[in-house]
């Protein structure tokens, strides 16, 4: 085939989306987590969160929270310019402390889930999600 | 008494010594001129199963030469760790002679000399005689495709990928998984799933609506060889819809999901599985990292990154076996399983010589009739070749730096994009260039030449995103391609700092001046995983710029300026 002058000239429709680099916590994710925990100390166990390591895609990110004996998890999106994602509250006749849900996330960053267990204490469970161009497989 | 791990660890060693042996015949062989057939296949069978993994063929039916990369970097806990060593220090490592047979077939150095000595490798005739040498063995052998199989030809490009799955039909594979199948459209995917007689597996195959299982791809299958009760789990590639087009196959959800991948091993094991085997597209490193994770896997058949490892790698109780790429090598894995466990293996790469195994003849004349219609095309000469041209490395090959001049030519372009993947076939000096050739190293579904305008901030964020995927130290945030190939332009890269801070000194090469944020550049590239990108096929480019070169000589590059390695 030969290429003619105008074919080569063409310019190509965006090559790349643009996301940006990863996105720093906000202060405000902080003050929320201070808020909902008034301070106390949280455990690193007793909480699942599930999360992908890489989104597929940003404005739909499939996550699930799963902590036995909870009355109430606070899903955050750390890097979000409002980071409160939601929270789920379970009646003492749930049958399981499992929610699931999409979140939308404007780049890299932490997920954060905290359950406030039924005898009052913390845990508090965190993801790191990726939010990529992409395009470079083998 | 003997515990289960110093039996593995025991049987580990034994095959180690194995394989030196073998090695050291090799070796002795090659003085004498007498490679032979039964040399490369001899193998003492072993237990009472034995697995046969071949991976990432890349649509590769004839004998190809492949030079295997001399920079491949660890990071994180796999620094310095297989198989992020290269050249000299892999052959240390493995007591492979400098110049032997297994230092062509396996590693980097000396590679257009010995590549005249030694020959073509792969070509799945070969590839066939191989496997039904091991059935003569043990008829019941398990066949397993780790995917990337219906990629990367010309004729896979027109055939929409019949010719390989005609082809590897006749090989009669017992399951398979998948990657850039997927490249070629879900509803063509399905016609074809649907048409295969064995299985196609991968639970991590979901559906992007409701995020559930799908019926097309079960996540197991179930074999009863050798009077064991054996568990096949697949895992696809995890990172598709990202490293790939997703808009080509949007009903599909991928990711590691290894708690999914425990519910399954735990599923089988209370179906009463003896022995549990994942055929897995993760990459070396991924699958390293679950197997430390997820516990109940005896043997990872690994594929993606294209690794050849003369030695299974142990992780925990879980032996990972990696095959290498483009039909240059076959894995045997025979396992010893008894009251339900395994209890030792004995695994040998079998590099696939194709001046030494004898095609088979079936196989052959099948593969003759795929490419029967386009021979014309196939074999057209564009071009020749003073230089070794070559794809594997982390961050130059002279294939792509040959194809970014093409792009920076025929396009005229100031910087020249070409996607860091890992698949394509070597050329050594003085051989001509075919079509064939070209589209071997950049055919797939998705190849056209975009021509954009970039601001040098952009570039560095899209310089940023990629190292990050290859040089992110948990192997889980990697997507196991290289660095994306740069033309035009001189970088340098830490690649230990985190993402954002490993590149600088960005330099445009012609003016020799430093890339201004503010200032737009005209960027040429292929591969771009956006819908609607515009631009001539990138085999088109290629073959125009080698037309009018006439020969091809690559200079070497040392525009990347790496830190840390």
Aim: net charge negative.
């Amino acid at each position: 085939m030969t290429l003619t002058r105008r074919n080569v000239m063409i310019m190509g429709a965006g090559a790349f989306v643009a996301f940006g680099l990863p996105m720093r916590a906000t202060a405000a994710g902080e003050d929320r987590i201070a808020e909902f925990t008034g301070g106390a100390a949280m455990a690193d166990s007793g909480i699942t969160l599930t999360a992908p390591e890489i989104a597929e895609n940003g404005n739909t990110v499939p996550i699930e929270v799963a902590a036995p004996g909870a009355v109430e998890i606070l899903v955050l999106a750390m890097g979000n310019p409002t980071p409160g994602v939601a929270t789920f509250k379970f009646g003492a006749l749930a049958a399981s402390q499992t929610a699931s849900t999409r979140i939308r996330l404007a780049g890299t960053q932490d997920v954060v889930a905290i359950a406030k267990m039924s005898d009052g204490s913390f845990a508090k469970a965190s993801s790191n999600v990726k939010v990529t161009i992409g395009g470079c497989g083998g | 008494m003997i515990s289960r791990r110093d039996f593995l660890q025991t049987s580990m060693a034994a095959s180690a010594i194995l394989g030196a042996s073998s090695f050291g015949n090799w070796a002795k062989l090659a003085a004498q001129q007498a490679l032979t057939q039964d040399q490369l296949m001899r193998f003492d069978t072993f237990g009472n199963v034995s697995l046969i993994h071949v991976t990432d063929i890349h649509a590769q039916l004839k004998p190809i030469y492949f030079r295997e990369p001399s920079i491949n970097i660890g990071v994180g806990e796999n620094k310095g760790a297989v198989p992020h060593v290269t050249g000299a220090d892999f052959r240390k490592l493995y007591g492979i002679d400098d110049g032997s047979p297994t230092h062509y077939a396996l590693s980097a150095g000396d590679f257009s000399a010995l590549a005249q000595a030694y020959g073509k490798v792969g070509g799945l005739d070969r590839m066939a005689t191989v496997i039904n040498a091991i059935r003569a063995d043990r008829p019941d052998a398990i066949l397993l495709d780790g995917g990337d199989t219906w990629h990367g030809s010309y004729t896979c490009y027109h055939t929409a990928g019949q010719d390989m799955v005609n082809v590897m039909n006749a090989l009669k594979p017992d399951a398979m998984t998948f990657h850039w199948e997927f490249t070629l459209g879900s509803a063509r995917v399905q016609e074809i799933v649907e048409s295969l007689p064995f299985a196609a597996l991968g639970q991590n195959i979901f559906d992007a609506e409701w995020d559930e299982p799908v019926d097309l791809f079960p996540p197991y299958k179930f074999f009863e060889r050798g009077g064991v009760k054996i568990a096949v789990i697949g895992q696809a590639f995890p990172y598709m819809p990202i490293a790939n087009p997703g808009w080509m196959f949007p009903e599909y959800s991928f990711g590691i999901r290894d708690e999914n991948m425990q519910t399954m091993v735990d599923e089988v094991r209370g179906q009463g599985a003896e022995l549990v085997v994942c055929l897995s597209h993760n990459g070396f490193d991924v699958d390293k990292k679950m197997a430390g994770r997820v516990t109940g896997i005896d043997v990872i058949l690994s594929g993606h990154t294209h690794d050849a490892l003369p030695e299974p790698v142990l992780v925990g109780e879980t032996i990972i076996v990696a095959s290498g790429s483009n039909g240059k090598f076959v894995s045997r894995v025979d396992l010893d399983v008894r009251d339900g466990r395994m209890m030792g293996f004995r695994h040998k790469l079998i590099p696939i010589f194709s001046d030494v195994i004898e095609p088979d003849k079936e196989v052959a004349a099948l593969i003759d009739a795929q490419r029967a219609p386009y021979l014309d095309q196939l074999t057209e000469v564009i071009g020749k070749t003073d230089s070794l041209l070559y794809r594997r490395g982390n961050f130059n090959g002279t294939w792509d730096d040959l194809i970014c001049d093409a792009l920076l030519s025929e396009r005229e372009a100031d910087i020249a994009m070409s996607p860091g993947v890992r698949w394509g076939p070597s050329l050594i000096p003085g051989q001509d260039i075919t079509r064939e050739d070209i589209f071997n190293v950049t055919s797939m579904t998705y190849g056209k030449a975009y021509r954009s305008e970039m601001t040098g901030e952009f570039i560095k964020v899209i310089l940023e995103d990629v190292a990050d995927n290859i040089f992110n130290p948990d192997p889980y945030y990697q997507q196991g391609g290289d660095m994306v190939r740069i033309g035009g332009m001189g970088y340098r890269i830490d690649i230990n700092q985190p993402q954002g801070s490993r590149i600088s000194d960005m330099t445009l090469l012609k003016t020799g001046e430093a890339i201004d944020p503010a200032k737009s550049y005209v960027v040429a590239g292929w591969a771009s995983v956006n819908e609607n990108t515009e631009g001539p096929e990138i085999w088109d480019v290629v073959e125009s710029h080698i037309r009018t070169l006439g020969t091809v000589s690559v200079t070497p590059n040392n525009s990347v300026q790496v830190i840390g390695a």
